[in-house]
């Protein structure tokens, strides 16, 4: 069963404006909610997360929102950078053993 | 610091042969341990996760396996593999909330 869902596959945007990625997610136990950012041929690297106690975290050009009763979180790019193309998984997390993943989401940045 | 090391980080294989990846990490004791696999358009699936030595939880059925010989090793092994096997294999250790990954291995069964 899919706990997280990245239902868009791919987005492009132009190099300065907002990237937006969503994701989804059923099980109303996780409370902790992460970003994944991968490039081709390397492990995913951890980019920004939330606790499911706040509804906003921000850093730098990176924002992710939470909407609980949605079951629903989003990160924000803005402004967007070629550099910032690649696969972006969100995950779930209610304990160190747990944490599911989307099936990400390709962000293509173009200049 | 932590780090996590993987190898090889690409194996091309016949069907019908075994396989071992191995997995380490530096700078932790007594790490939760996982192993995941990215198949095209699929995401990011948990095979295994270890919470100690010799103590391996498996989320799928499938033609693969993963032992913890020692706290900070963690090896995925098949007898035979099979084409369905192909893909990007991880490893990763958590550290509280976040998961940490290798560099992964890109294995192609042919």
């Known amino acids: 069963d899919q706990q997280v869902k990245q239902n868009s596959p791919s987005l492009s945007v132009q190099e300065g404006r907002i990237s937006i990625l969503n994701c989804d997610y059923t099980?109303?136990?996780?409370?902790?909610f992460l970003w994944y950012k991968k490039y081709p041929a390397e492990g995913p690297t951890f980019l920004i997360s939330?606790?499911?106690?706040?509804d906003k975290n921000e850093d730098g050009r990176f924002t992710v929102f939470l909407n609980k009763s949605a079951k629903h979180l989003s990160l924000h790019i803005v402004p967007s950078q070629p550099g910032d193309s690649a696969v972006y998984f969100c995950?779930?997390?209610?304990?160190?053993?747990?944490?599911?993943f989307g099936a990400g989401t390709r962000l293509t940045v173009k200049p | 610091s932590q780090t996590i090391h993987q190898w090889p980080a690409t194996l091309v294989q016949p069907v019908g042969s075994p396989l071992s990846l191995e997995c380490t990490v530096e700078g932790t004791s007594n790490p939760n341990l996982y192993w995941y696999r990215q198949a095209a358009g699929r995401g990011l699936q948990l095979l295994f996760y270890?919470?100690?030595?010799?103590?391996i939880s498996s989320e799928v059925p499938q033609n693969l396996s993963a032992s913890r010989p020692q706290d900070r090793q963690f090896i995925l092994s098949s007898k035979k593999l099979l084409l369905s096997d192909s893909g990007f294999y991880l490893c990763?250790?958590?550290?509280?909330?976040?998961?940490?990954f290798g560099p992964g291995t890109r294995l192609t069964v042919l």
């Open positions: 270890s919470v100690g030595i010799g103590q």
């Open positions: 995950a779930a997390s209610n304990n160190n053993n747990d944490m599911r």
């Open positions: 990763a250790f958590s550290w509280g909330y976040e998961q940490f």
């Open positions: 099980n109303s136990m996780f409370d902790y």
């Open positions: 939330i606790s499911s106690i706040k």
